[in-house]
């Protein structure tokens, strides 16, 4: 009982997140890494340019649709579409996704070639903000 | 030629793997994935049958819808063995050679010798067109299926040989350059007086150069593919040999509700004095489709204009497709399609004629086709 009363709250909240206002999203790189334009992100988490290692969030997660839906102008089934194009073609891989923020803040801290993207609110000095999404 | 062909990718793989290997700091990476789609698909004739590709012996007509002209499945597995070797691997499953057995479509691995150039040895797709390295993957397509008028006359899928890929950045746009040498050979079918014909077409000497160039919403596209001293053989006929050249320009657009893409094929075979020009075609496509949410409408026209006599059957007549549709991504990782197409023309590559002068006549058809396409 107690599984299925979570499983609906978690359905409710999941409604309502996705009702309320698109998080506030900043794109993050190593403390060394330089900025960049939003045109950049969207080519490389698009597949279209393959000069860094991206990480990203799990799929089902809104803080995925809601980075693609600013970045790129993409929703998640665009995104799916486009990195099938590339995966089936054998030309690379999509981004890895990871569990949560800490998650792609660590990994982002760990390589100077790494980007990614975290709600403003889990940002520390362990990054840097390449690029603001709002 | 024949046997040595895959004995060599494999070989090739076996090395590349080899070294992956040896250089294994940690265990290696797979990722196994899929996709897949199926499709329905019928007409308004019984005088031919529609297939999607000339690989198939047979298709869909009005009294005998069939599940089997779209119908298809592919897995592939990716491992990574480090920064520097990866190899992939897939398993692809269609109607095509008389039969649905999953074939080896691709196994090649991967050197990325720096970030702006890797090498490939084994089986790999052979980007002869825009969309020929994701032609089956049916979920990464607004369309049903890529227009036969300017994707059929290019057989083979896959070839064994070597690639080499360098990507560059140059006033902000993304380019890529593949270019690749090696081997191809594949089975067809054609009709000879209503009679379904088993051929084989074959190149040994094979280059190819493929050039793409992304920025944004855009995405560019120039191609050029040899094979020298290319062979097609029918049983009973002598082989018609040259080199088989195909120039291919593409663009696309997206911006993310609308979507263009267009592209303009020439074949030209110098079949060095009496078979010259014996396959040579013009074709060109142009389709366009805009995003309602989840809910893609789309149109497409295709034309083909055969020019040798390579493309036999009575008339060199014109073909061309219109077609209309929509894409519907209905839950995650699934997309349906409808779509409805006239056909006018005749170019032997869509249709497996069955009566007696359909071919001359050529008369207008309409195919209904619907798909769901899936990625896993």
Known sequence: ?134 | MKLQAPFCSALAFAALTTAGQSALASPPDLHVSGFGTLGYVTTDTNEAEFRSSARQHKGATDSSGDWGVDSRLGLQANVTFNSVFSAVGQVFASRRDKDYSPDVEWLFGQANLNEWASVRVGRMVLPTFLVSDSRHVGYAMHWLRVPMEAYASYIPTSFDGVQGIFRAELAGYNITTQLSAGQSEAKLYSVREQTVLSGTTEGDEMVSLNLVAERGDWTLRAGYTLSRNHEVQFPGSPAVKGDDGFTGLGVKYDNGSLLVQSEYILRRWNGRGAQDGYFDSDAYYLSAGYRFGAVMPYATFSHFRPDGEGYSTGDRRNAQTTAIGVRWDAVRNLALKAQVEEARGFSGLQYVPVAAGFAARAPSTHIFSIAADFVF
């Open chain 1, 1 to 134: 009982m107690i599984i299925v009363k979570s499983l609906i709250a978690a359905v409710l909240l999941g409604c309502l997140g996705s009702a309320a206002l698109a998080a506030d999203i900043v794109v993050i790189g190593h403390p060394s890494a330089e900025a960049m334009t939003k045109e950049r992100i969207a080519d490389l988490y698009l597949g279209k340019s393959h000069t860094a290692t991206l990480y990203d969030h799990r799929e089902s997660s809104a803080l995925y649709a809601d980075f693609y839906q600013q970045a790129t102008g993409r929703d998640v089934a665009q995104v799916k579409s486009t990195w099938s194009r590339i995966v089936f073609s054998g030309r690379g891989q999509a981004p890895k996704q990871l569990p949560d923020s800490a998650a792609v803040k660590k990994a982002v801290a760990d390589n100077p070639k790494a980007i990614g993207y975290i709600e403003r609110a889990a940002l520390d000095n362990t990054v840097k903000v390449i690029l603001e999404l709002k």
